[in-house]
């Protein structure tokens, strides 16, 4: 971001976690405090929005932007009571159910709305003008930069990095590799994920019953996954819903051939790539598309790595993605 024209502050819950270290190393200016509260009972939640909207002036902003998971829109209302601008991203493609009302209220509040991709603007904002498609970006020379591993001892690796929920459907990766491995190819699964959780011992059961242990490795949650893509013959994507999967442009600038479900977050980002989507539930054509990668020649898979590099360099840059929230910011305040 142009620091001549533009002062970013963040504003934090907690000082926990991994990624706060690197928020401190940013030099960026940086606030604790609470920023969302319950809106019930009703009264209440107004009284504590208004104390939050003390705090908020009191930081000075002339644009909050929230890149909040949830449908809160306490946080939007408190901005608003402070006559502070107040953008949001959507990050990912729910809405409807008990959230509904509270996704139209924070929308209805909101001075624009940053859209990760296009099916979530026809989906939930078509005829919007607040709504404005900000595609998501890398530090693509992080990535470009990793020196490839060229496996040696015959072994076809897959990998898959996820937040490991229900929604990631790591399992349908977990029934084609039981196939492929029935079939003799001698092949490899690594998934990063914090497998700590209910669906993560799940995974760890299907591992056990479909008598693929020794092919399945979990490696837990990784800060930094750069050494997996490295390794990795193949990334796939297995989600039945993405709004913008990061792990996947990671993989396709570290030069890693990529498979990804059809998802709206997916098709975005990979645009004409049509070899390389596959239906969620078709584990045949998921065993089919892995072994069309297994068995391209190294020419072949050159092309394809190059034309996946050259897709997030021109879509998907970290620039790209920073020059177009300064032109928002710009049309905002003007």
Known sequence: MNLEKFEPHILCMHERGEYYNVVKKSNIPVHIGTYTTSMRPI????????????????????????????????????????GIRWIYTKKN??????SRNAWNLRSFLA?????????MINTFFKGSHKVVLIPRGLNEQEFLSIEREISTDGVFRLLTVANLTPVKRVETILFALSKLKASGIFITFHIVGDNG?????????????????????????QFNPKDFYRKADVFILSSLKESSPVALLEAMAAGVPVLSSRT?????????????LFLIDDVNFLIDRILWIFQLTTEEKAQLISRQRERILTHHTIALEVERHEELYRTITR
Do not use: P
């Open 93 to 98: 493609m729910n809405w409807g159910g008990s």
């Open 111 to 119: 001075s624009r709305i940053v859209a990760q991709n296009s099916s």
């Open 197 to 221: 959780t209910d669906y993560g011992r799940y995974l760890e059961q299907q591992v056990k019953f479909l008598d693929i242990s020794d092919v399945v490795e979990f490696f837990g949650k």
């Open 264 to 276: 709206a977050g997916a098709l975005e980002i990979m645009g004409d790539f049509e070899d390389q």
């Open 43 to 82: 009264f209440e939640g107004l009284i504590k929005c208004w104390r939050i909207s003390r705090k908020l002036k009191a930081i000075g902003a002339e644009i909050i932007h929230s890149f909040h998971y949830s449908a809160d829109y306490s946080e939007a209302l408190a901005a608003r009571l402070a």
